[in-house]
């Protein structure tokens, strides 16, 4: 390293569960050129500081949703995040997403997550069974645009770490669940609405969303999540209602 | 094992992974003790929120003018008086940029909770809804003001 090479102090949240009783800040001094991501910072730190550290990540180019992180406080993709936009105060901290628990560093559990996920049915079910010589679906452009935004989710959590009602009621089915399940609702090839709808409306669906919209605020895919789960709450009472007069959900 | 740790004693004693001597796993959970404080847009939310104590309490405001009305014409203007003592016009400066507040935030989450608004075949950006929305607000008030204003002169 040559001495008028540029540095960041990196603050990492450690946790090591087999002799940390709780997670502690370590920092690392890091040399960085201006196209360094935090993830690449991160790496530096494990291949050149200290090999200990465990973070996940893979793609490196905002698609896989793998190396979600708390930059400063706030939820972002590391590798989409630039350590020369910490550069002015000199330091960065860096810890694992909030609302769900370290498994290790910087490293999350999110088996509730996947437990969620699947709960949603994130899968289109046809409203009939369909011969495959009956060709391919059509849609329209207007009916592609009902869903579209919804399918961009890359399941990064980034959400799930904006939102404090998840942190709070740790059973909350979530933003990112929720605008999948809306993102298949709307869609036109589906028929599993009133499969899905339940899950909307339980205890731990939709109305457990108090419209903070942060989670709309850091996704890095513009899904807006916030408007999936509010759209699914009026959904959810028109479908209570509609039962009313016997035009309810297909139960 | 310090007292933040949430999980109950022993955690070696969970269930052992095949081939694994004890379960090394010990997932920590931080406390979310403080939460709206911890990001300027959390911070926001809650004073969004706490303006629904400012609305119902001018609705109360309002309600006891209606009780004092039904009392007769002395207390009604007993009422008015107090309308218009020093700490009241104060009081009401305070409610009104409040409820400029609240009008503003919930203006800026309404189009998050409709589908999304088509002009010729285009979506209506987000930031247009809540600047006309807040724009209709603003010239009912005016409206409203301006009538009263011509009714009690």
């Known amino acids: ?251 | 094992m310090s007292a933040s740790d949430p999980r109950p004693a022993a955690p070696r004693a969970a269930p052992a992974l095949p081939g694994v001597a004890g379960n090394p796993r010990r997932p920590y959970v931080r406390p979310m003790a403080g939460w709206w404080l911890r990001n300027p847009y959390f911070v926001r939310y809650m004073a969004r929120e706490g303006t629904a104590v400012f609305v119902a309490a001018y609705a109360l405001i309002l309600l006891v003018g209606l009780v004092r009305l039904a009392q007769g014409e002395a207390a009604w203007n007993g009422w008015l008086e107090a309308l218009r003592s020093p700490l009241s016009t104060i009081l009401h400066l305070v409610f009104l940029a409040v409820f400029v507040f609240h009008t503003v935030t919930w203006f800026e989450v309404l189009p998050k909770t409709m589908p999304p608004l088509l002009v010729g075949g285009k979506r209506v950006a987000q930031s247009a809804i809540t600047a006309g929305a807040i724009a209709v607000a603003a010239a009912a008030s005016l409206a409203l003001f301006g009538i009263v204003w011509g009714l009690t002169r």
């Open chain 1, 1 to 251: 390293m040559s001495t008028n090479e540029k540095t960041i102090e990196i603050e990492v949240l450690r946790y090591r569960p087999e002799q940390d009783a709780a997670p502690f800040p370590q920092t690392y001094v890091v040399p960085y050129s201006d196209d360094m991501s935090v993830l690449q910072g991160l790496q530096y730190i494990k291949d050149q500081l200290d090999g200990t550290l465990s973070f996940r990540w893979s793609c490196r180019q905002a698609i896989c949703g793998s190396c979600g992180v708390m930059i400063d406080g706030i939820p972002k993709l590391s590798c989409k995040s630039f350590l020369r936009d910490y550069a002015g105060k000199g330091r960065v901290r860096v810890e694992a997403l909030a609302n769900f628990p370290i498994e290790r560093d910087l490293v999350i559990v999110m088996d509730s997550f996947v437990e969620k996920l699947e709960s949603i049915k994130p899968y289109i079910i046809p409203k009939e069974p369909r011969p495959l010589s009956a060709g391919e679906y059509l849609q329209t452009p207007a009916q592609l645009d009902a869903y579209a935004q919804y399918s961009s989710c890359i399941n990064c959590l980034l959400c799930y770490a904006a939102c404090p009602q998840v942190g709070l009621s740790p059973d909350f089915v979530g933003p990112a669940a929720l605008a999948l399940l809306f993102r298949y609702n709307s869609d036109s090839r589906d028929g599993g609405a009133a499969q899905r709808m339940p899950v909307v409306g339980a205890e731990s669906g939709a109305f457990h969303c108090t419209a903070v919209g942060y989670c709309s605020e850091v996704c890095p895919k513009g899904v807006d999540p916030a408007s999936a789960v509010n759209q699914a709450k009026g959904a959810s009472v028109r479908e209570y209602f509609m039962g009313f007069l016997g035009k309810g959900g297909g139960k």
